[in-house]
């Protein structure tokens, strides 16, 4: 790994912009590949990040698609949800191109006789050798990232603006729709800057509370709901401390009883629609921790403990730029901890169970 993950979501500002200016060539082979097919759904497969990418990208799919987008791990494909699937467009996904699991559900699904395609970061990748409709995402430049953190945004990016543009070609998408959405869609790329920006001044406005919580708890709904999955993975690999993902509202029915002093709790707050729920739910939070922290686009909310991200877009966008949260905090704190959650322990465990191939 050259580059740590504070580097890469430095980086991943540009690369999304240059993905929303060459779209067309970089959607154009999934898009042609829906297009032969009047499917009835979309099954995104993943582990990982990739997962939370598919969940991250699901609510614009069905939006601008006006179709069915089913969010599956690979084991849960090949084992148990492989059945009943003859129309659906099976995509399955990993970063690296080189996930067992995801060359395991290609195989299954083209056992099942299946329309299935693959998709990669990395050009020629192990996948390649597995898979008849390979599809790449556009981002890579030639470097590996191993905390996906230069590719999740523009992983989503690619997933929505496939969606958006074959939704317009399609007529479900109205040229004015399609104008004002594709407007909205370069105003949160042209303000990843300013995001990531606003998260290292939060991060070094709170950073004493963060060193010292020995618990996370993240909370998301709808197209947010993906992120809370990304904020437990990458709190857990770099970090060390144990984060949980929630439905905001499942909080309250259990595991708002284990919040504790030392316990950090992170709200999502990115749809006017749960708006005042999601607030409420914040400053609710404050009777069993002061460490309580509310992502919001909401202009009329500000504090120490709030991040905000002022920018007026559709709701299925905002993961783009929330994620950025959860993945600098916690590279930050390792790099300011001088700490690596990876340890001789977990390295003989990855050993004992391989999850990547070389070919």
Known sequence: MSKWMTDCIDESAGVCKKMLKDRDSIIAKLKELYLKKKYKKIILVGSGSSY??????????????????ETLT????????YKHQEESLIICMSQSGRSTN???????AQECGYDVAGISMVPNSPLNHHCENVLEYGSFNGELDCFVCRYFS???????????????????????????????LKAVVDYLPTAIASAKEFYEENKEAFFSMKRGMALGIGPTFGLTNEACLKMSETTG??????????????????????????????????????VGIYNASFEVTDRVYLITYSRD?????ILNFPIDCDPVFRPLIYVIFFQYVPGKM???????????????????VVTKTDF
């Open 154 to 184: 523009s992983s989503v990016l690619y997933f929505t603006l496939f969606a958006l543009e074959t939704g317009h070609e399609l007529g479900l998408v109205k040229q004015e729709d399609y104008k004002e959405k594709m407007k909205e």
């Open 102 to 108: 995801t060359i395991a559900a290609i195989k299954k």
């Open 334 to 352: 390792c790099e300011d901890l001088g700490i690596r959650a990876i340890t001789i322990y977990n390295y003989r465990a990855s050993q004992m």
């Open 301 to 305: 909310l500000a504090g120490k403990n």
């Open 241 to 278: 401390i144990p984060t949980n993902g929630y439905e905001i509202e499942e909080y309250l029915h259990g595991p708002i009883y284990e919040v504790k002093k030392d316990t950090a709790v992170f709200v999502l707050d990115g749809d006017p629609l749960i708006h005042d729920r999601t």
């Open 74 to 81: 690979p084991i849960a494909f090949v084992n148990y949800d």
């Open 52 to 69: 939370n990418i598919a969940m991250s990208s699901k609510y614009a799919m069905e939006k601008f698609l006006n179709v069915k987008v």
